[in-house]
């Protein structure tokens, strides 16, 4: 790989740094991206639809801002990609959905607007699983997206094709959408960042919604440092400062999630890692019946998700697979004081879930309980049981590798409370700084 690749697929951080010395230009950064999803994608799967004639027009005025010394954000010039389910103009806005085949957003959501404000220019559309509901992305109407790391693996999900366009570096960085874990799933198992941000930091107009109650927009990244660098664009406001001390919490779990020893052994490494750090003790969270609350989060995604489609369910039943529509219906199904009591168990869950952060101010947590799988293994149900909890606090979680080892790293989650954005990416930074860079998927790096 010459420099101008290793430059355009390091990251937004190395990208700006290399603008900023004239050592490379947003049209260098795209025509890598461009060559890079030309030789990748067609076995990826990764993206779905392009918009470079718009990308070059952009990419054009932000070398010309770079030139002059006027870069209208550090982000400026960064290519993107973006979830099918999350609007840009005159592109596709489907959510994975072939009931939407045909629609096309005739305006940006907020937070694509709120990106191109700051220079950020998106380049296309990524793969997804089907309406957001579910964890392989392995879609029947776009087609399955594989995961960088080994022939046949799957990204994750829901935001899948983002975790693996950024694991590719077939973008700088791209936009996903976490309901249970639905951004950091992907990142776990691609073996990317990831950033869950507090419950509407980041707005969600022109969003397909899957669950008003549950869903968050975020972008995965190649490390915390970018994603902090990419929050307060898509926010429109600057993030507060860190607290110059962090005290960290070490989640034990003892027996209440059925774990892989790859993931505990690279656990057991990133805490022993943070143990460096100063303020580290043990928070017991077994008392959390995270199989039951995330059966409860899923009930309101189903509920929630029949009142978003009700109208295309009715109008194009055929436009939705067997499975997801199954889901759904069976959802909206259920007797009312069942739907009651899952809302209440998921608020009661966020509240005692924000308690822990009277004594610690992140949480560290596994990400997944386990690494990628082949498609047509069984998909393990406890996938997001580590990650939902966050969503029910609506607490900022940052998703990184926990190692440098591994094909891909196993990943570890840094959750802080609602609000405290900065306390988990500040958190989040310092383990990367102990940890070193995280490698690549072979073939991609």
Same mark, same amino acid.
């Given at each position: 790989?010459?420099? /101008?690749?290793? @430059?355009?697929?390091?990251?937004?951080?190395?990208?700006s740094?290399?603008?900023? /010395?004239?050592?490379?230009?947003?049209?260098?950064?795209?025509d $890598?991206?461009?060559?890079?999803?030309?030789?990748?994608?067609?076995a990826?799967?990764? @993206?779905?639809?392009?918009?470079?004639?718009?990308?070059?027009?952009?990419?054009?005025?932000?070398?010309?801002?770079?030139?002059?010394? &006027?870069?209208?954000?550090?982000?400026?010039?960064?290519?993107?990609? $973006? &979830?099918?389910?999350?609007?840009?103009?005159?592109?596709?806005?489907?959510?994975?959905?072939?009931?939407?085949?045909?629609?096309?957003?005739?305006?940006?959501?907020?937070?694509?607007?709120?990106?191109?404000?700051?220079?950020a220019?998106?380049?296309?559309?990524?793969?997804?699983?089907?309406?957001?509901l579910?964890?392989?992305?392995?879609?029947?109407?776009?087609?399955?997206?594989?995961?960088?790391?080994g022939?046949?693996?799957?990204?994750?999900?829901?935001?899948?094709?983002?975790?693996?366009?950024?694991?590719a570096?077939?973008c700088?960085?791209?936009?996903?959408?976490?309901?249970?874990?639905?951004?950091?799933? %992907?990142?776990?198992?691609?073996?990317?960042?990831?950033?869950?941000p507090?419950?509407?930091?980041?707005?969600?107009?022109?969003?397909?919604?899957?669950?008003?109650?549950l869903?968050?927009?975020?972008?995965?990244?190649?490390?915390?440092?970018?994603?902090a660098?990419i929050?307060?664009?898509m926010?429109?406001?600057a993030?507060?400062?860190?607290?110059?001390?962090?005290?960290?919490?070490?989640?034990?779990?003892?027996?209440?999630?059925?774990?892989? %020893?790859?993931?505990?052994?690279?656990f057991?490494?990133?805490?022993?890692?943070?143990?460096?750090?100063?303020?580290?003790s043990?928070?017991?969270i077994?008392?959390?019946?995270f199989?039951?609350?995330?059966?409860?989060?899923l009930?309101?995604?189903?509920?929630?998700?029949?009142?978003?489609?009700?109208?295309?369910?009715?109008?194009?039943?055929?436009?939705?697979?067997?499975?997801?529509?199954?889901?759904?219906?069976?959802?909206?199904?259920?007797?009312?004081? &069942?739907?009651?009591?899952?809302?209440?168990?998921?608020?009661?869950?966020?509240?005692?879930?924000?308690?822990? @952060?009277?004594?610690?101010?992140?949480?560290?947590?596994p990400?997944?309980?386990?690494?990628?799988?082949?498609?047509g293994?069984?998909?393990?149900?406890?996938?997001?049981?580590?990650?939902c909890?966050g969503?029910?606090?609506?607490?900022?979680?940052?998703?990184?590798?926990?190692?440098?080892?591994?094909?891909?790293?196993?990943?570890?989650?840094?959750?802080?409370?609602?609000?405290?954005?900065?306390?988990?990416?500040?958190?989040?930074?310092?383990?990367?700084?102990l940890?070193?860079?995280?490698?690549?998927?072979?073939? @991609?790096?």
């Amino acid at each position: 790989m010459g420099d /101008r690749e290793d @430059f355009a697929v390091s990251g937004v951080r190395a990208l700006s740094a290399a603008f900023e /010395r004239g050592a490379l230009t947003p049209l260098d950064a795209l025509d $890598v991206c461009k060559d890079r999803i030309d030789r990748y994608n067609p076995a990826l799967n990764a @993206f779905l639809h392009l918009c470079l004639p718009e990308a070059e027009r952009d990419a054009r005025a932000a070398t010309e801002r770079w030139r002059s010394g &006027k870069p209208l954000s550090p982000i400026d010039g960064a290519p993107f990609g $973006v &979830k099918a389910n999350i609007a840009v103009a005159g592109m596709p806005w489907h959510g994975g959905i072939a009931a939407y085949r045909d629609r096309v957003a005739d305006k940006d959501a907020q937070v694509v607007t709120n990106l191109r404000n700051a220079g950020a220019i998106p380049i296309g559309i990524l793969n997804m699983h089907e309406g957001a509901l579910g964890a392989t992305t392995d879609n029947l109407h776009f087609g399955r997206c594989y995961n960088p790391w080994g022939d046949g693996l799957t990204p994750g999900g829901s935001s899948g094709g983002s975790g693996a366009a950024v694991a590719a570096g077939l973008c700088a960085f791209a936009l996903g959408t976490d309901t249970m874990g639905s951004v950091r799933i %992907p990142s776990a198992y691609c073996g990317v960042a990831g950033l869950k941000p507090s419950y509407g930091a980041v707005s969600g107009v022109g969003l397909v919604d899957l669950s008003l109650t549950l869903d968050h927009i975020g972008p995965h990244a190649r490390n915390a440092g970018d994603l902090a660098a990419i929050l307060p664009a898509m926010t429109g406001a600057a993030l507060p400062a860190a607290p110059d001390a962090i005290r960290y919490g070490v989640a034990d779990w003892k027996d209440a999630v059925d774990v892989s %020893p790859d993931v505990i052994a690279a656990f057991r490494s990133a805490a022993d890692r943070l143990a460096s750090l100063g303020d580290v003790s043990s928070v017991d969270i077994s008392s959390f019946d995270f199989g039951a609350l995330r059966r409860r989060g899923l009930l309101i995604s189903e509920v929630e998700g029949h009142r978003a489609h009700e109208e295309a369910l009715k109008e194009n039943p055929a436009g939705f697979s067997d499975a997801f529509r199954g889901l759904l219906e069976w959802g909206a199904g259920q007797p009312q004081a &069942k739907i009651d009591a899952a809302y209440a168990d998921v608020q009661a869950a966020g509240a005692a879930f924000d308690a822990v @952060f009277e004594t610690v101010d992140v949480l560290v947590a596994p990400t997944a309980p386990q690494g990628p799988f082949a498609f047509g293994k069984t998909v393990p149900a406890n996938q997001a049981d580590f990650t939902c909890i966050g969503n029910f606090a609506g607490a900022p979680a940052v998703a990184v590798p926990a190692t440098r080892d591994g094909a891909p790293p196993a990943s570890v989650q840094f959750i802080a409370r609602k609000g405290r954005d900065e306390v988990a990416l500040a958190a989040a930074e310092a383990f990367e700084k102990l940890r070193g860079e995280a490698p690549s998927p072979p073939k @991609f790096a």
